[in-house]
């Protein structure tokens, strides 16, 4: 695709790398050629970059899509899902996920991107429910400053929770923070 | 129709309303001083070849990028001051600054050059300024523009020298030199004062004379205001010879770079054998109608762009 046809929300390829074109500003002197500065996010890691651009460009469009999928099972670093569309297995590394590795359990629906067939980046639910694994039971001096003790869920993650919380309750987990929300289900 | 069309073309109103005064006044500043007023067509078989500007082909004709040409057709029949608004097509342009149609003010005189011009156009701001009772200070996009006259005035060299650290007339890198003009000469303009540059650097002169006694820059100029290219203004080329030449010249770039064969503007070339000493100016009105409506982009001048067309 030519440079003209770039826009504020293309997905274009540079150096194999998809980008996302976040903010675009075309100028040009009346009898001069055409710069284009681009504000691209990075697809795969999320890191964002300025860029300036001659007319005449060329760049390969980066035929990105979402598609929804359901945790299935983790194997070492190895995420496994499938779609809700084809029911097809797909694979992610955690490399990819980061943080967002803390809060797939099974069953957990995601947004996936995909460049062309290949898994980059997932989309958590806001807000998920996991089972507290472990907790400490608080000491008398935590409660008193802090009101609040660590627990570890059943992903492994380790987060603050309130001292009432016990080991097999299940809580509401916010994943844009990664903070506690509240109490869902308290063991009996 | 959408509510979103709806509201868009209600909050527009106030700023069209100003856009057709801004019409009037101008109208009105050259027809006093005997300015008559042409139109010239839009669609033509032949326009000016310009490696840097890709125009709009209509059946095999192309859809006017200026009338410069049929302008100066006029003028070496004999009229000696004329204008005209006139719609621009060129392809692909769409920014802040950019729809790919918009409109030109253009105007020509006979016997003057293009300091006549520069006066011209300093005379032709301030009128609408006057007219919209806003005297000598233009706000736009939070900053007090002084319009006092003179304004600043910097040669090409001058400014490139001072903001790119490089002298464009001893070195004409033409990529380069679009790159510094947008990126390091234009920021660094004083924000509150319009202002010129002129003597561009002779490879970019385009269908400007070159200066007597100065043959490494040609007279052309343009004006700045408030971050906004305005005008382009030249002491035309009356030398048929030279323009025929600097035509064929642009005609090989344009296979070499937009790969398609321009047609040379043969009527044209024919006249300029009678073309008199003359001067002429090509501004953007959007532009202008933006500096006096405090826009920043130039949606908010025109009620329907590329994108909402």
Known sequence: MDISEVRKGSKILIDNVPYNVEEAEFMKPGKGSAIYRYKLRNLIDGSSTNKTYHSGEKFTPANVSTREGQFLFRDGSQFTFMSTENYEQYVIDESLLGDKSHFLKEGTIVTTMMLEEKPLDITLPIFVELKVNKSDVATKTDTVTAQMKSATLETGYQIDVPTFIKEGDIIKVDTRTGTYVERVVTKK | ?309
């Not at chain 2, 310009?50 to 095999?60: A, D, F, L, N, R």
């Not at chain 2, 296979?255 to 054998?273: D, G, S, T, Y």
Request: with cysteine; charged share 25%; proline share 7%.
């Open chain 2, 1 to 309: 129709m959408t509510d979103d069309e709806r509201q868009r073309l209600e909050r527009l109103l106030p700023n069209l309303q100003r856009r057709a005064f801004i019409y009037q006044t101008i109208r009105t500043f050259f027809n006093e001083q005997g300015f008559l007023e042409v139109e010239t067509p839009i669609r033509s078989p032949a326009i000016a070849p310009e490696k840097e500007i890709i125009p709009v082909e209509s059946e095999g004709w192309f859809l006017s990028t200026s009338p410069e040409l049929y302008m100066k057709r006029l003028l070496a029949a004999g009229y000696d001051k004329i204008y005209q608004f006139n719609r621009c097509f060129r392809k692909g342009e769409r920014g802040l600054h950019h729809n790919p149609e918009f409109t030109l003010l253009e105007w020509y005189r006979q016997n003057a050059d293009y300091k006549q011009m520069m006066k011209d156009t300093e005379n032709l701001v301030c009128a609408v300024a006057v007219a919209l009772g806003m005297g000598k200070t233009l706000r736009y996009q939070a900053r007090a523009i002084d319009l006092s006259l003179p304004w600043e005035q910097f040669t090409v060299s001058e400014a490139f020298t001072k903001w790119a650290g490089w002298d464009p007339v001893a070195d004409p890198d033409v990529r380069r030199f679009d790159e510094d003009t947008v990126l390091k000469v234009i920021p660094n303009l004083n924000p509150l004062r319009p202002t010129f540059l002129l003597d561009y650097p002779a490879p970019m002169a385009s269908l400007a004379r070159l200066k007597p006694g100065n043959s490494r820059v040609a007279e052309r100029v343009e004006l700045f205001v408030g971050g906004l290219e305005l005008c382009n203004a030249y002491s035309e080329l009356t030398n048929q010879p030279e323009q025929q030449l600097r035509f064929l010249e642009e005609i090989e770039q344009i296979k070499q770079w937009q790969h398609r064969i321009a047609p040379m503007p043969e009527k044209f070339l024919n006249a300029v054998k009678y073309l008199p000493e003359c001067t002429g100016n090509a501004l953007g009105i959007d532009r202008l109608v933006m500096l006096f409506c405090d826009a920043a982009a130039i949606d908010a001048v025109m009620p329907f762009t590329v994108d909402d067309a």
